[in-house]
Each structure stands twice: as structure tokens, then as C-alpha cells.
């Protein structure tokens, strides 16, 4: 993998339900050049297990756990982490388009953002 090019934060947060289908919509991108942050806010249910999984069988995805602050709080977490050229913010409840990260990253191409 080249340069990664886009961070992807995901703000976790008793996600369990809707966790495994969101991961997977990020895993089955086009675009590649990414990197998964994880940030388990302090889940109460087997959210922080289904993270663990992920980043211990993809290594673009990396899991962090802090105590509960919150969703700015986590997000700021996976900031400060983030390695792109470029940050995304997914919901844990989100499901992304198989080229909804390429699109997104052909639209910003050679733009001064």
C-alpha cells in the first residue's frame, strides 16, 4: 500500500447492532489508501471485541479505547492518530457505497483544500 492517503475515524459507541455491517462497507472500498481508526468510547457491549477483531485481521484498521467522552470527544482521539493526507468522519451506524471513498477522493483531487 502505498502513502496513505485518507484517515477514516469511527467513533464507536455501543455500536454492536450496526458495527460489523459498517466495517465491512469500509473494508470493501475501492480505494485502498486508507487507514481505519477505531475509537471505542467506552462501550458497555461487545463493540470493543468486534474493533479488536477488525484491526487484528486488517492491518489498515487500528482500535484505541478510552474512557466515555463523548463524540467529539472520540473523534478528536482519532485526530490526534491520523496518519492521511486527508480525515473522514464515519458513523458507527453508517454504511458507505462500495466507490463512495473513491468518488469522494477523485472530487478532491488537485483542489487546495
Known amino acids: 500500500m502505498d502513502k496513505t492517503r485518507l484517515s477514516i475515524v469511527v467513533p464507536v459507541y455501543n455500536a454492536e447492532e450496526y458495527l460489523d455491517r459498517c466495517l465491512v462497507s469500509i473494508m470493501e472500498q475501492s480505494f485502498t489508501s486508507y487507514e481505519v481508526i477505531l475509537v471505542d468510547d467506552g462501550s458497555t457491549d461487545s463493540s470493543p471485541l468486534v474493533c479488536e477483531r477488525y484491526s487484528a485481521t ?56
Open 58 to 113: 486488517d492491518p489498515r484498521f487500528i482500535t484505541i479505547h478510552m474512557q466515555n467522552g463523548g463524540v467529539s470527544s472520540a473523534r478528536n482521539a482519532g485526530l490526534d492518530l491520523a496518519q492521511g493526507e486527508f480525515v473522514m468522519f464515519v458513523d458507527s451506524d453508517d454504511v458507505l457505497l462500495p466507490d463512495a471513498v473513491e468518488r469522494m477522493m477523485e472530487g478532491i483531487s488537485g483542489e487546495d483544500l
